[in-house]
């Protein structure tokens, strides 16, 4: 069955830097596009950035623009995340999603939780 285990996420000043990563099983990780989303306390769940199943197309949220990194091993299966130049309002539970399917059911891992504040 497909599984998505998120890690990496913990408490970090403001500018600091965390990795997080996203370890998939259970599905042919090298043909499917991969996201990341957050939900901060209170809000809604919103998308963060995307990977195409190569690697070599990139999209972003405005507002993680220039100070987020999404990448892919495809030899580990998994996503990563890098977060540089990080704000209070980045704090959110981080989660990684995967379409399957000729539906595109989605799949989510349970996340992990990323704290920004001094």
């Known amino acids: 069955q497909v599984q998505l285990v998120e890690s990496g996420g913990g408490l970090v000043q403001p500018g600091g830097s965390l990795r997080l990563s996203c370890a998939a099983s259970g599905f042919t990780f090298s043909s499917s596009v991969m996201r990341w989303y957050r939900q901060a306390p209170g809000k809604e769940r919103e998308f963060v950035a995307y990977?195409?199943?190569?690697?070599?197309?990139?999209t972003y949220a405005d507002f993680v623009k220039g100070r987020f990194t999404i990448s892919r091993d495809n030899a580990k299966n998994t996503v990563y995340l890098q977060m540089n130049s990080l704000k209070v309002e980045d704090t959110a539970v981080y989660y990684c999603?995967?379409?399957?399917?000729?539906?595109?059911?989605?799949?989510w891992g349970k996340g992990t939780l990323v704290t920004v504040s001094s």
């Open positions: 990977i195409s199943n190569t690697g070599s197309t990139t």
């Open positions: 999603k995967v379409l399957r399917g000729l539906n595109g059911v989605a799949y």
